[in-house]
């Protein structure tokens, strides 16, 4: 199983300011996912990241609002800009092992947007 | 677009079998998972079975599939207060994964 590690593991942040979460895998994977959970709700699929190239985005997700870096094929950023109180939510990162077909979650960055 | 439903809540006594059921709208699903989430952790894979088997038993976890009705359901037997937790249903077609809302499940002692 891969193990998944993400910084920071919470936050509390100004309106308008951006943060960037960091998910560091201790495998080599191909495909990262990054999901957002609101409070009460479900979990959303944010986009898809692959190594090398643009990450691939769901409907109502936007890169300028969501910026992803995918450097390497263990580490993978998520940038959450300029931020309003509704996207306090937890954000986790995600790695899918295709041998296995499963899927593994990081433990979750919770942000606090004032 | 892909729907999965769950109930919010299920309150169980120790020592009984907890049942949480799932229905789902998209039949071309080719995996359906269960998910554990514990206060203040991520999402754990508990079982997942693939869309053409209608049983999948682990431990004390039993899966059943109903493809016709599109209705899935997690039974835990012998439930413990270490089961109390939010379960996530969820459906995969491909790289596209539905999650429902959660059952929030209470063990009451």
């Known amino acids: 199983s891969a193990v998944i590690s993400q910084k920071p593991s919470r936050d509390i942040c100004q309106r308008g300011t951006s943060l960037t979460i960091q998910c560091q895998v201790d495998s080599q994977v191909t495909m990262m996912f990054w999901y957002r959970q609101q409070p009460g709700q479900s979990l959303t699929l944010i986009a898809t990241a692959n190594q090398g190239s643009e990450a691939t985005y769901e409907s109502g997700f936007v890169i300028d609002k969501f910026p992803i870096s995918r450097p390497n094929l263990t580490f993978s950023t998520l940038t959450v800009s300029n931020m309003s109180p509704e996207d306090s939510s937890i954000y986790l990162c995600?790695?899918?092992?295709?041998?296995?077909?499963?899927?593994?979650f990081g433990p979750g960055t919770r942000l606090t947007v004032l | 677009g892909e729907d999965v439903e769950q109930s919010l809540f299920l309150s169980v006594r120790e020592g009984d079998s907890s049942v949480i059921n799932c229905t789902y709208t998209d039949s071309s699903s080719t995996y359906l998972y269960w998910y554990k989430q514990e206060p203040g952790a991520g999402l754990q894979l508990l079982t997942y079975?693939?869309?053409?088997?209608d049983m999948k038993q682990d431990q004390r976890l039993t899966v059943l599939l109903n493809k016709k009705d599109k209705h899935l359901s997690l039974r835990i037997a012998d439930t413990q207060t270490g089961d109390s937790a939010i379960y996530f249903c969820a459906e995969a077609h491909g790289q596209n994964f539905v999650f429902g809302p959660g059952t929030r499940l209470s063990v009451l002692p």
């Open positions: 079975i693939f869309s053409n088997m």
């Open positions: 995600s790695v899918e092992d295709l041998l296995l077909n499963e899927q593994f």
